[in-house]
């Protein structure tokens, strides 16, 4: 059975940093695409970042460009969430998730229905 959990979540002040992990274990995700949802409270859940297997390709949503990184270590089945110059706006639950299909080298899954496995979120609270 795969499981993908998530840490690293807090309260931190506007500004400040947080790194979040997932830990995938039951299934070797090396080949696959991995990405980071966020969710808040009465809306949907959205993509913030995604990366492909090789960690080569990322995507970030528009609104953490230049603030978010996403990264993965598949000797370690592990893939972070760097989030610098945090934002109250950045306030949710933040998700891990797995696409089980496998995918070229350079793909990145974009689309909530492309991901087979979800961590448990872990939440991220930014204060202002």
């Known amino acids: 059975q795969v499981q993908l959990v998530e840490s690293g979540g807090g309260l931190v002040q506007a500004g400040g940093s947080l790194r979040l992990s997932c830990v995938v274990s039951?299934?070797?995700?090396?080949?696959?695409?991995m990405g980071w949802f966020h969710q808040a409270p009465g809306k949907e859940r959205d993509l913030v970042a995604a990366?492909?297997?090789?960690?080569?390709?990322?995507y970030y949503a528009d609104s953490v460009k230049g603030r978010f990184a996403i990264s993965r270590d598949n000797a370690k089945n592990t893939v972070y969430l760097q989030m610098n110059n945090l934002k109250p706006e950045d306030t949710a639950v933040y998700y891990c998730?797995?696409?089980?299909?496998?995918?070229?080298?350079?793909?990145?899954?974009?689309?909530?229905?492309?991901?087979?496995?979800w961590g448990q979120g872990t939440q991220v609270t930014v204060s202002s």
């Open positions: 998730a797995a696409d089980g299909s496998l995918s070229g080298t350079t793909y990145v899954s974009r689309q909530l229905f492309e991901y087979d496995y």
């Open positions: 039951g299934r070797t995700l090396s080949r696959y695409p």
């Open positions: 990366i492909s297997w090789t960690g080569g390709s990322t």
